[in-house]
């Protein structure tokens, strides 16, 4: 499966932001995917995760109650809404697709390109 991630962008601290992750290529409604970021100097890190059904969800603890992902299968599609930014979720954002609904998946079957977050104070 192909992912391509969009929607990022320079937010106010407190704002809101959606991202998206459009899927092609195999079937995309039999993946598990999770949204993963990187700040700079900083290592790669779990954001969260919905199972195929979206069904089952993941969050981080620094995210959580303040983002929601979700997917639309018939359009391929997996969201991350993103509301109370803080400066410190400025990251590249990464979907991808994966094995669990955890916070460390033991297989990546499929990266993004990744999509930019800036969070000014």
């Known amino acids: 499966v192909q992912l391509q991630a969009s929607g990022g962008g320079l937010v106010q601290a407190g704002g809101s932001l959606r991202l998206s992750c459009a899927a092609s290529?195999?079937?995309?409604?039999?993946?598990?995917m999770g949204w993963f970021r990187q700040a700079p100097g900083k290592e790669r890190e779990f954001v969260a995760a919905?199972?195929?059904?979206?069904?089952?969800?993941n969050y981080a603890d620094s995210v959580k109650g303040r983002f929601t992902i979700s997917r639309d299968n018939a359009k391929s599609t997996v969201y991350l809404q993103m509301n109370s930014l803080k400066p410190e979720d400025t990251a590249v954002y990464y979907c991808a697709a994966i094995s669990g609904v955890t916070s460390n998946p033991t297989h990546f079957y499929s990266w993004g390109q990744g999509t930019q977050l800036t969070v000014s104070s």
């Open positions: 290529g195999r079937t995309f409604s039999g993946y598990n």
């Open positions: 919905i199972s195929w059904s979206g069904n089952s969800r």
